[in-house]
Every structure is written in structure tokens, then in C-alpha cells.
């Protein structure tokens, strides 16, 4: 039984560093291990939280319009260009906002 257990958390491993290893590949703030951002974006208010994470997203992905934020194990992905979505859907039609 602890074999099994071994092996089960050694493939979740394995396919949770393949993860981490292509999100941290995407621009963004530098986390850690286990809160992520989680410091950089504790704040009380929604609004104050929104505004934290907006200047995230314009300080790391101006240019490819993708960044990425880390809450706790959690990572997340801001898209914020047309030109970013089509890359990521891989469908060429033109989106309108």
C-alpha cells in the first residue's frame, strides 16, 4: 500500500513540474514556493486587490499581452490582447471588443 502511495504521488509530482515548468515560461512577478503572490496581493478591499493585479499585468505583459500570478499553488493567467486569445485558442477569427 505504501508503494502505491509512493507511485501515485511520484507521477503527480512528475506532472506538476511539467506544468510549472511551461506557466513560469509566461512573464510575471516572481514567486513563493507556497503562497506565490499571495503577499503581494493580500489586501483588504476588492477594489485595492484588482488594482494590484491590473499593475501586474502592466508591468509584465504590456507587450505579449499575457502574464501569469501565482495564488498559493494556483496559477493564473491574465490575457489581456486579442492578439494573445487567438494565440491560445489557436483560431485566427478576428475577435471584437
Given at each position: 500500500m505504501l508503494l502505491?502511495?509512493?507511485f501515485v504521488l511520484l507521477i503527480?509530482?512528475?506532472r506538476r513540474a511539467k506544468m510549472v515548468k511551461l506557466i513560469d515560461?509566461?512573464?510575471?512577478?516572481v514567486c513563493m514556493p507556497l503562497v506565490g503572490n499571495g503577499l503581494q496581493?493580500?489586501?483588504g478591499?476588492?477594489?485595492?486587490l484588482f488594482d494590484r493585479i491590473i499593475a501586474s499585468r502592466k508591468m509584465f505583459g504590456r507587450r505579449q499581452?499575457?502574464?501569469?500570478?501565482?495564488?498559493?499553488?494556483?496559477?493564473?493567467?491574465?490575457?489581456?490582447k486579442a492578439s494573445a486569445v487567438e494565440v491560445s485558442t489557436g483560431q485566427?477569427?478576428?475577435l471584437r471588443w
Open positions: 502505491i502511495l509512493a503527480f509530482k512528475a515560461q509566461i512573464p510575471g512577478p496581493i493580500n489586501v478591499c476588492k477594489d485595492e499581452g499575457i502574464s501569469r500570478v501565482w495564488n498559493g499553488p494556483i496559477p493564473y493567467v491574465l490575457i489581456s485566427t477569427i478576428c
